[in-house]
């Protein structure tokens, strides 16, 4: 354990972390991270003055501390800064609440319940898509989120979103700008500071609190059993047990299952239109796969725009203990370790020609184990998995097989590495009806 315990992760001196991290880390992390691994490969280590940091993206030790010494872990300082808006719901919450809730919830995402659910994330896409007006220009990001919205509303909460789609989307803007600063040193200080920005995110958090409370008592007072989440946590919250959950907890997971169950699909969403509106081999391949009705290429589709585009672009985990990782590297007490799918995805040993969008390199192949982590791994891996694919293919399948959205900007879009990997502005693209327009494709 001596010889282990000498075993350090390369990285860069404190005060580079310092100077190029203060005074709000989390606004320029995704290049400083990108940048370490550029130097010091997959897996590497800084310090702040307040913090030790491990960045781990090779396949076996992230296994390692997401699947096989995940109980020395806990969730990092992001998640738990995000309980300022989802309280201790599934994603926020540690055990043994998490496993509980976990539980009680999980039926809802049961394989037949998804299959259950396709009909109506189906209904939701064709109207969406048959409202689309040849000619008009839209933007894609603030259309997916609140298409998005109103399929996980409906199907896992019964509830119909329609009129709050737009305060929902105001108040993420308010959250996702605020989150860099909450997690900067003296965050929690700033929050207690009546400026603009704190004004901004705590009436985002009552917008969204009063929308989620609204929700959870129509349903109450309608009352049965529509097999959908909602009804799972309101009969487990009505359970003749001391521990069923109480009212803050059955709103904590509302509020994950409603925000956690739209952001994610519709950035997804978003830069797999946004791709697919610059890959015209990619289009017109993909036209030809929803029009016979073949789902294999509208999944390598979806699986490569994650690829380069993971919606969780981070994982954040700290450990509880001392943990000797599978190499001999040895992390403190209270460090924080960060798996970057980001990272990951685009590693070159793993993808040839990481940066092209290929949907073609998923033939023949399937992801490695822990190379491809969207959905992460472990016991907190995404309960929502199965959904998103099912809700990706057949959005994309009615978008693409009605209309073309086509990009006239020829500037790339940017990331914006916040909660989750947004667009860096609005993603404007132009809708052209399939039937009506037979533009040469090779001429875009
Ligand atoms: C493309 C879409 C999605 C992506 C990329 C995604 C990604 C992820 C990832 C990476 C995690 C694990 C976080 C961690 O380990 O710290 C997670 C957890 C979670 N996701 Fe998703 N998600 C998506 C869609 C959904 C949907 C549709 C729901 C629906 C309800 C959902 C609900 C959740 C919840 C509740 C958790 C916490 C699970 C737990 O800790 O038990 N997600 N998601």
């Known amino acids: 354990m001596a010889e282990i315990a000498r075993t350090r992760l390369p990285g860069p001196g404190r005060w580079e972390a310092f100077r190029r991290l203060f005074p709000v880390p989390f606004r320029h992390f995704a290049d400083f991270i990108t940048d370490l691994s550029a130097r010091y490969g997959p897996v590497f280590g800084f310090d702040l003055p307040w913090r030790h940091f491990a960045c781990i993206n090779e396949p076996a030790l992230i296994k390692d501390v997401l699947v096989t010494q995940q109980h020395a872990f806990q969730k990092s300082l992001g998640a738990h800064t995000l309980r300022l808006i989802l309280g201790e719901g599934l994603l926020t919450s540690e055990e043994p609440l998490h496993r509980k809730m976990r539980r009680i919830v999980q039926p809802a995402f049961h394989r037949a319940r998804i299959d259950g659910y396709a009909r109506s994330i189906r209904d939701f896409a064709d109207r969406f898509a048959q409202g689309l007006v040849d000619g008009a220009t839209i933007d894609v990001h603030a259309a997916m989120s609140e298409l998005t919205l109103r399929i996980a509303s409906h199907t896992l909460l019964g509830s119909d979103t329609g009129d709050v789609a737009e305060a929902v989307s105001h108040a993420l803007h308010a959250l996702m700008h605020e989150y860099p600063y ?21 009436d985002a958090i009552a917008t969204l609190d009063a929308i989620v409370l609204a929700l ?4 109450r007072r309608e009352g049965g059993d529509r097999g959908d989440a909602l009804s799972m946590l309101l009969e487990a919250s009505q359970a003749e047990r001391d521990d069923r959950p109480d009212d803050v907890q059955l709103r904590d997971e509302v509020m994950t299952l409603f925000l956690a169950g739209h952001e994610t699909t519709a950035n997804a969403l978003s830069w797999a239109f946004y791709l697919i509106a610059r890959h015209p081999d990619v289009e017109e391949r993909l036209h030809r796969a929803v029009d016979v009705g073949d789902r294999t290429y509208v999944n390598w589709v979806v699986r490569e725009v994650m690829r380069l585009y993971p919606p969780a672009w981070i994982i954040g985990r700290e450990t509880l203990r001392t943990v000797v990782l599978a190499n001999g590297v040895v992390l403190a007490p209270q460090t924080t370790v960060f798996v970057a799918p980001l990272l990951l995805h685009r590693d070159p040993r793993e993808y040839a020609d990481p940066e092209a969008f290929a949907p073609e390199r998923w033939r023949d192949r399937e992801p490695t184990p822990f190379a491809y982590l969207p959905f992460g791994a472990g016991a907190r891996r995404c309960i929502g998995e199965e959904f998103a694919w099912l809700e990706a293919a057949l959005v994309l399948e009615a978008i693409a097989g009605r209309v073309r959205l086509v990009r006239d900007d020829p500037r790339p879009v940017g990331i914006k590495t916040l909660v989750t990997l947004r667009p860096d502005g609005p993603v404007t693209l132009r809708v052209v009806a399939r039937t009506s327009a037979r533009e040469p494709l090779a001429t875009r």
Do not use: C, Y
Request: no cysteine; charged share 30%; glycine share 4%.
């Open 182 to 202: 909450i997690l900067a040193p003296f965050g929690a200080l700033r929050q207690k500071l009546p400026l603009p920005a704190t004004r901004r995110l705590s």
């Open 216 to 219: 959870i008592e129509r349903r």
